[in-house]
């Protein structure tokens, strides 16, 4: 059973972003909702900069978030493809588009992105 190796779930709130997202880092997340002792992954994305700040942009329309910090920009983006492709997330109408400037393809399906 595929894992998101993250930290939560975390309230989506303003106020639990600031108190669990201390650093400013890239990082993936997951948007969705705990329910039935499972985490229904709703959406995954990713932030290249600050993953706090990327956070809020999602408040008022989720209940939930998991987090994990990246070490590159690089490394959030193969773990957001594969989060996609895990979780085949409902919310996620296309696949993940690759950083800027990047030319990197999916680890999973070869997709430039």
């Known amino acids: 059973m595929p894992s998101l190796n993250m930290?939560?779930?975390f309230s989506l709130t303003e106020a639990e972003i600031d108190k669990q997202v201390t650093k400013k880092s890239p990082g993936n997340y997951a948007l969705?909702?705990?329910?039935?002792?499972?985490f229904n992954v709703s959406?995954?994305?990713r932030a290249d900069v600050d993953l706090n700040k990327r956070l809020k942009d999602w408040i008022g329309k989720y209940?939930?978030?998991?987090?994990?910090?990246?070490d590159s920009v690089q490394a959030a983006f193969e773990k957001e493809c594969n989060n996609y492709h895990d979780f085949n997330p409902p919310d996620n109408k296309i696949h993940p588009a690759r950083p800027e400037g990047s030319n990197s393809k999916c680890p999973r399906c070869n997709v430039l992105g």
Do not use: L
Not at 32 to 38: I, M, R, V
Not at 63 to 70: D, E, N, P, T, V
């Open 32 to 38: 969705g909702e705990f329910k039935n002792n499972t």
């Open 7 to 9: 930290s939560g779930p």
């Open 63 to 70: 209940k939930q978030f998991k987090f994990s910090y990246a």
């Open 43 to 45: 959406y995954v994305g």
